[in-house]
Every structure is written in C-alpha cells, then in structure tokens.
C-alpha cells in the first residue's frame, strides 16, 4: 500500500461485465490470452466445481472476484451435466380432477397416473402431458391434453390447463377416435 492509500498491485484486467478475468487488462497477446480462457471458464463446470471449493475458503472465486451466496447457487448449477437438468424440465405437476379419476377403473386410473408422471413428452406416439398447438387450444379452450396409451385407455384424452403455480389441472375428457 501507498502513502496516500493506493494499491501497490498492478492494475487487473476485467471483462465487459467487469468480472476479474486473470489478465492485467493491458490488450497484449498474454492478456487477450487470459481472456479467452476466462470466456471458455464461464462454460465449464470444473471451473464452476473449484470456484466453489476456492470460494468456500477465501471468499472469492479463483479470478479474485468476491463471491455471494447467490453466486455459490449458479456455480453449483453450473457443475450438473445437461442430460440431467433436461429431465427435470420435462418434470411437470399435473392433478386430474377427483371426480374425473373416480370415474375410471382400476387399471385406467393407474395409465393416468403413469402419464402424469412423465411428464410432457412428444405428441406422437407417447403418453403424457401433451401441449396443444394454437389451432387445437382455440377449438378444445385447453392448452394441454392428457394422453394415454393403455388398452383400456387409448382412445381417452383429459384436457387442461395451467394455473397460476404452473400446475396443470385436466378436467375435461373426450374419446380421441381417428377416422381410419
């Protein structure tokens, strides 16, 4: 430290959001080099794994940067691999109807439920949580429909839709026959 209170350490480059990035911030050869390698950091989740495990120490990432609480969250959703998350955006709650379920037998009642839990899937050739296209949703007044692919329950469609937490509630079923 200075007399008048400076900071003896050279100056430390940061990048457009103003995170330290490792450089001096100089623009030569090596500093554009620190960058690079800062760029292709923010991707990895090893960098995200040790930022964490620096961080938890001193308080700060392994550029300087000092690190929050939220910080320490995005870092450690940084590390799970994209396969995984992908599974989890496909999980979405849906309830039927007490009365709708009710009114169904044993063994559909049990293909409802297998399609709940899967969630929302491709509309062809799968059961689940189907989001209708703009056309259907203007003629059904739904924007999701239920669809089963059980012996008894092929032909069965529950149609629904989000409320305000994002839940899906199916409350409306038609036969789904196709003119063959």
Avoid: C
Wanted: glycine share 12%; proline share 4%.
């Amino acid at each position: 430290m200075t007399a008048d209170g400076g900071d003896t350490d050279p100056p430390k480059g940061r990048n457009s959001e103003g995170k330290l990035y490792g450089g001096d911030g100089s623009g030569d050869g090596l500093d554009m080099l620190y960058r690079v390698v800062d760029n292709i950091n923010d991707w990895l989740p090893t960098k995200a794994a040790l930022d964490i495990v620096y961080g938890l120490f001193t308080g700060a990432d392994l550029n300087g940067n000092p690190m929050m609480a939220t910080d320490y969250g995005w870092a450690a959703v940084g590390i799970i691999p994209m396969g995984k998350a992908s599974i989890a955006t496909k999980s979405v709650t849906g309830w039927v109807k007490r009365s709708v379920y009710q009114s169904f037998d044993k063994t559909v009642q049990k293909d409802i439920a297998r399609a709940v839990a899967k969630g929302i899937v491709a509309p062809k050739g799968n059961s689940g949580i189907i989001k209708l296209t703009a056309s259907e949703a203007q003629s059904t007044g739904y924007t999701y429909k239920l669809k089963m692919m059980g012996e008894k329950s092929k032909d069965l469609r529950i149609y629904g839709n989000a409320n305000a937490n994002g839940h899906i509630y199916f409350e409306t079923p038609m036969t789904h026959k196709k003119n063959r």
